[in-house]
């Protein structure tokens, strides 16, 4: 190998997440081709482009929700093609979490019984101890017996937040999180998004059209 082959040899066997030859087609016909990337572990990414771009898709296939139609994605040592349908379920809840645009919490259930359902997906006991340490570090413990629709947009995304790190993933994936906030709660949710990436050593990817973080994730994609 040459010395360039090396690095990129290497580099592939420290990413995390990395995507090679990524395609999807839709219902419609029409099709779209990803560029290959690979984000080392416990790295933090940006993931740019505008709406129509194929940005929530890409996020989908990486963390699983949607089947792989072309080329490959890869957690750690997994490559996400090989897993059948129960098996990419489990394998999302104990490996990937996803911090989606709209919460998709269970409103029957309270806060603290979204945490723990995210738990039993995953194929793992309750853990009340984690699941009240979580969102007393985010500064939600005090609504962990309340209801989602009880929360404000703000406590929302902090209780989103932990659900996606109860399990300890290796890749969090963010889409759109500062789409409808001003900057000073942009700040503060990106702060949180980093401050709980390093507390549990995840990569992070943050899927975004909002050149406000550009600066601040030197690391970046661009679709």
């Not at 998709?104 to 984690?130: C, K």
């Amino acid at each position: 190998m040459v010395k360039g082959e090396v690095y990129a040899y290497l580099s592939y066997l420290r990413a995390m997440l990395s995507v090679e030859k990524l395609q999807h087609s839709y219902k419609s016909g029409a099709s779209i081709g990803f560029p290959d990337f690979s984000c080392e572990k416990g790295a933090h990414w940006l993931l740019l482009g505008q709406s129509g771009k194929g940005k929530t898709t890409l996020l989908h296939l990486l963390g699983g929700l949607l089947t792989i139609q072309k080329g490959k994605v890869r957690v750690g040592d997994t490559c996400l093609n090989d897993l059948k349908r129960a098996e990419m379920d489990r394998f999302r809840g104990q490996h990937i979490g996803i911090i989606f645009q709209r919460s998709h919490f269970v409103r029957s259930l309270t806060v603290g019984e979204n945490l723990a359902l995210a738990q039993s997906l995953a194929g793992l006991p309750a853990d009340w101890d984690r699941i009240q340490l979580l969102l007393d570090q985010l500064n939600v413990g005090h609504k962990a017996r309340s209801k989602p629709d009880a929360l404000s947009q703000g406590e929302q995304q902090r209780v989103a937040i932990a659900r996606a790190i109860i399990n300890r993933p290796t890749v969090i994936l963010a889409d759109e999180p500062t789409s409808a906030l001003d900057d000073e709660n942009t700040d503060e949710v990106i702060r949180l998004l980093e401050e709980e990436a390093r507390s549990v050593g995840a990569t992070l990817l943050i899927v975004t059209h909002d050149n406000r973080l550009k600066a601040r994730f030197p690391k970046q994609i661009q679709l």
